[in-house]
């Protein structure tokens, strides 16, 4: 039994195989945190709460004259504004007569088999019946008649736990939630390290790791995307915990739109971790009966550092996340015609494209930006999705047709959250974006935004893109996103329901996801935003994988995948070979290393490879090959960090390690060679230590290989990389 509740003290246990997450209902009903870490038999861990008179930490009422019960120091559950606790809270309310108090007592608790889900937003969801079960714990303020029931699923095999919180109005009066995060976590004790992973538009998910001050840590994106700025994902480390040792607590929110995360270290000592929904200018009214639920939290702590925490997130990712028949793969290798050609393309070009790719062994050309409406560059058409047949000199049928009878698949490229002025849907229907009355937009990329709020906005999209996908031969769709939203306002909102449009937008493009993905299920989604400005768990449920980045150097890549590795298995991970001089930055690396860089994840193509010469031509092909023989070890394999690209010795390494331990793959890059350099020592991780691997005529055991280790051969030239294969 993974949750466990003890009647007598009101005591709630989770455990998980490895760890074990506890808290209890208090005195006075308020619930109490008492403990998340390695798994803990049979023990009660209240005994660590101290309670000190401390000066400026005011006592509730019912404490009467006990001036050392504190709500701004003890660990708290799910803290909740306006009731003496000083620190960052969970959740606040406007009260129907204007107050700001929000008193939540413990009122009860459900224990169910199974996982729960949520209403119209993503969430895990069980690989097999029986493999989770719920816990949900019911807290009531009495006067408002705000019910708020905390939820909790628990994979324990997977060493997993997820959050998420409904809202319940059993009042009379219409009540506003002001603020609705997903997770509260109180750490009692200890100094930890908070990593996170920052960026921009061609260089997201950049790791740092920086030492927790006293008062609060935060991220946040306020864009009406995840954000290519921050990632929803943090990481609570001790000072040394690395790769393979020490304590770690990895928080990820299942949610593509504005999110907050914080960690603030209290007067006590004490840290308090919570993730959500951002809550600036977040507003929600809840009449008599009306509900609300906050995305989900996912958890996971590891006592084995931050591998084998990548490790639990990447397989329930994987297994209880994504969807569809692609899920696992295997999945089609792919060329894209963006860097080949930009908007300047017609059909002929892009069979011409098909046709060389079939000799390369791709398996699919996907047809990006510009097939549609009068669209020959950014500033026009967005939201007329009818094909363009002038441009393409044939119809998408045709094209389709064309393209499968070179032995490819086909694909095809929207964006349907957007619109340009310059549109016949927008001359149409100009109140259908995010724009307030009477004031001017604010024009990103020249594009404005859709408002996925409105039912008649969902279904014209439906419509056409159903038109567009039944039209022809369509297996493969890229749904990109590229501009943050700001000016937010619907007409279809009365002015105190505005502040529900942010979330109302991600729960109407997640509908329409949800109804597109099931009604075609052969079709492979790959998610996008300029790149990686959407890569968060909750796109993962519609889409299986995601463009990592619109940077595609390889160099810069070294340091995109290894913040993404964090928590996205590599088969979420869109990563393609491009041409040389780089689009993004002017650099110029070997053919060989641009293939090896974009191995570890869903490999494809985006330059115009009917323009190789003869040795391109054969790297291609040869590293094609390579891949489809990889695929599975790289989808299924445990991914190991070995080197880290943002160390000052330029080298960066990674590892895969099959289920079965029964061979692996080791890759090195380096993005800074040295003259006369320093022995470099990589040593393998993972592998069976009584197993002998072949490699290049050679044999090693596993011992040799994960503590004697190679050392690297100097590298020379420009950015060179090698890969080795170990087979036992
Ligand atoms: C941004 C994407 O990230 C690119 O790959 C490409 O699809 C362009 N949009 C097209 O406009």
Redesign the pocket.
Known sequence: MPILFDDGKKLFTIHTANTTYQFMAGPYGFLLHLYYGKRIENQDMSYLIINRDRGFSGNPYDAGCDRTFSLDTLPLEYPAAGTGDFRTCAASVINPDGSLVLDPRYSGYTIHKGKYSLKGLPALYEEQEGEAETLAVTLLDSVCGLEIQLLYGVFAEKDIITRAVIFTNRGSNTIRLTKALSLNVDFLYGEFDFVHFHGRHNMERQFERIPLMQGTQSISSNRGTSSHQHNPGIILCGKNTGEDHGDCYGFNLVYSGNFSARAEVDQTGQTRVSMGMDYEGFCFSLGEGESFTSPEAVMCHSSRGFAALSHRFHRVYRHNLCRGRYQFGPRPVLV?N?EATYFNFDGQKLIQIAAKAAKLGIDMLVM??GWFGGRNC?NSSLGDWFVNEKKLGMSLKTLAEEVNKRGLKFGL?L?PEMISEDSDLYRKNPRWVILPPDRRPVRSRNQLVLDMSQEQVRNYLFERICAILDSANIEYV?W?M?RSINGWYSPSLSAERQGELPHRYMLGLYELLEKLTKKYPHIMFEG?S??GGRFDPGMLHYHPQI?CS?NTDAVARLKIQYGTSFFYPASTVGSHVSAVPNHQNGRTTPLKTRCITALPGSFGYELDITALDAEEVQTVSFWTAQYKKLQPLIYEGLYYRLLSPFEPHGISAWQFVSPDKSCTLLCTAASDVQANPQNLRIALKGLDANKTYFCNDRSYTGAALMHGGFVLPGFAGDYPAEMLYFES
Do not use: P
Request: aromatic residues 20%; hydrophobic residues 20%; negative net charge.
């Open positions: 894209n963006w990006d930006d950014d490229w964006e890229k990109d590229n996008c300029g790149g463009w619109d």
